[in-house]
């Protein structure tokens, strides 16, 4: 049996074509077309083929959801909603789920999107010889099928409940790319992008900046609004709040460490800032294979020297909220009891003594004033508690080469804002995993979390993953520093602009007063 999944109440086609069109002339009296957007982001932009990339960071996601479209969008109640897919329904196992696709899509290049380019996309990323970082990511749907152009079946090896609301995010894996572009440009193709999205990329200079150029022919018709969205790369969080204040940039991506200017913006007229609470958390990873962390009493002993209250308070005037699990308050996970480790300095120094050799190590740290800012906090508590800690600058980019490499001993990492935890918690712990970065392996921790992507009843799978969090704290082969809070800080002639759903601001719907 297939449930459909429908749009509201049932409505007549008169009343729906006469409720449409009231709306549309609403919002083109409202939105202004025309004029160019300056977005400052966090990092320069690796590329977008995943075979050369693997996953996108937050940048990568944000250039990706003007680039490229996603089956699904979601609201601003977090709620899956049509956009390359039309409608969608599932078996009753939800191991089985068909999507009819929107008629007429072209990406860039002219070419179709229908549900052989979807395939395509897909069997790319999966096919072992291809050995791609994000296959883990998909390693729960067994194939996709196109019994004809407009239909998707995904056919899972597990139940998957919120499998649309996973589609929303403009990641690697769920975004549409060009099969014809991908297999014409070759390695070129990574920094020569082509979707269906409603931007094109006009030029892209290295560390400098992306132009993107109005789609015209896009298949959402009268968007976008803009003209043309230029995306500058500026890693220091002072430069870019400088280029706000200059006019250089017209929107930019900051987080609490950047407090005093968060708060020095929302109390400016002619800026708004944008905040949005989302699940997941700023976490650590210790490498468990590398001496010390190979023992768990040091691992154990550098978490409960952290006093995170103050720690926050050091570097973001308290703005920061403590996590005590990879969840968070914007997730439906809620726990009892995440086992967390108490913050107690005499019990760390307690298990270093124990320890019996001296506690000695690197952590990578981002070569910027928020890196080096966080890892001198750590340096000193850990210091408390008797460890030596050598803080070891990286570009931020080589962060995310360096931890697939296992290059490291300590390394920061991110729990992204994502509708269902399964994707990032199956493929950051699962034993087998390339992104496994603590190199950890528990049969009860991958029993755990097999159950919780198999269990579709809502607050079993919760039982599942606080499980998942006390094994992890009890471990402690990750931990978390602080909540998920994403801001953008804009002009307030800047209006449209979505929730910032998985920290990626989408600027697509977005216009100029």
């Given amino acids: 049996m297939s449930r459909p999944f429908r749009f509201g109440v049932l409505l007549t086609g ?191 200079t290295a560390g400098d900046r992306m132009v993107l150029e109005k789609n015209l022919s896009y298949w959402n018709e009268g968007r976008p609004y803009l003209d043309r969205v230029v995306l500058r790369p500026l890693p220091d969080s002072q430069a870019r709040f400088a280029s706000l204040e200059a006019g250089e940039s017209d929107l930019i991506w900051d987080d609490e460490f950047d407090s005093d200017n968060i708060l020095k913006a929302k109390k400016t007229p002619r800026l708004t800032v944008h905040q949005h609470v989302g699940s997941g958390a700023t976490v650590y990873a210790f490498n468990t294979k590398a001496p010390p962390f190979d023992d768990v009493r040091v691992r154990r002993a550098l978490v409960m020297a952290l006093d995170r209250n103050k720690w926050s308070q050091l570097v973001t005037n308290g703005l920061s909220r403590p996590a005590t699990n990879p969840y968070g308050d914007g997730s439906w996970v809620k726990c009892k009891d995440d086992g967390a480790l108490p913050y107690d300095l005499a019990k760390a120094q307690a298990l270093i003594k124990e320890y019996g050799k001296p506690v000695k190590f690197k952590m990578l740290v981002t070569a910027t004033p928020r890196g080096r800012a966080y890892g001198q906090v750590l340096q000193q508590f850990w210091k408390l508690a008797g460890a030596e800690m050598e803080i070891e600058q990286v570009d931020q980019t080589a962060i995310v080469t360096r931890a697939f490499a296992r290059q490291f001993e300590l390394t920061p990492w991110r729990i992204v804002d994502l509708a269902d935890p399964d994707p990032q918690m199956y493929a950051n712990f699962r034993t087998g995993s390339p992104v496994a970065l603590a190199n950890y392996s528990n049969p009860e921790l991958d029993r755990l979390l097999d159950h919780a992507r198999v269990t579709a009843d809502p607050e079993k799978r919760s039982e599942d993953y606080c499980a998942i969090s006390r094994l992890i704290n009890s471990e402690a082969i990750w931990f978390w520093s602080f909540q998920n809070t994403y801001y953008a800080i804009a002009k307030a002639k800047v209006k449209g602009l979505p929730k910032l759903h998985n920290g990626v601001i989408d600027v697509s719907p977005t216009w100029l007063e």
């Fill in 14 to 204: 008169a009343l729906i074509v006469a409720l449409t069109g009231l709306l549309a002339t609403s919002a083109a009296q409202a939105q202004k077309r025309g004029g160019s957007l300056t977005v400052g982001l966090e990092l320069d932009i690796a590329g977008f083929d995943p075979l050369k990339v693997g996953v996108f960071d937050t940048s990568a996601n944000m250039a990706a959801a003007l680039i490229f479209d996603t089956l699904t969008s979601l609201d601003d109640k977090g709620e899956a909603q049509p956009k390359l897919a039309l409608s969608w329904s599932h078996s009753d196992d939800y191991k089985t789920w068909t999507f009819k696709l929107r008629p007429g899509v072209k990406f860039h290049d002219g070419t179709a999107f229908d549900a052989q380019a979807l395939k395509f996309n897909f069997d790319r990323q999966k096919d072992p010889k291809n050995k791609c970082r994000c296959a883990f990511y998909i390693a729960f749907v067994k194939e996709v099928q196109a019994p004809d152009a407009l239909t998707a079946v995904y056919v899972l090896n597990d139940p998957q409940v919120n499998l649309p609301k996973i589609m929303a995010f403009a990641s690697s894996n769920n975004v549409m790319q060009s099969p014809a572009a991908m297999q014409a440009k070759g390695d070129d193709y990574n920094r020569n992008p082509v979707g269906t999205g409603p931007f094109i990329v006009k030029s892209w």
